[in-house]
């Protein structure tokens, strides 16, 4: 990870770097880089690969059928209402 590279993605990023900083980070990325390189090497044959790092079990119920409110009462204390709406401003 040279200077250069590290001046564009800040460029790209918006970020305005000084040299000094620009020294700091090609440095600790240089570092980050080097570890993605020894993980690189490590021998993954035969090993599925995992969505979490420990067994998760779903656990999963059966779907109740609930009384629920009904459109009026939902909207009872809407402060603007269009039909079975609430009505809000416009966002842009």
Do not use: C
């Amino acid at each position: 990870m040279d200077q250069k590279t590290i001046q564009k993605v800040a460029t790209l990023a918006r970020l305005e770097l000084g040299g000094v900083e620009i020294d700091a980070v090609t440095q600790k990325l240089s570092s980050v880089l080097a570890h993605f390189e020894s993980i690189a090497k490590v021998n993954t044959e035969g090993v599925l690969p995992m969505v979490t790092p420990i067994e998760v079990l779903a656990r999963y119920r059966d779907d109740q059928i609930l009384n629920s409110l009904t459109p009026e009462q939902g909207l009872a204390n809407a402060p603007s209402k269009q039909g079975f709406l609430f009505k809000v401003p416009p966002v842009i």
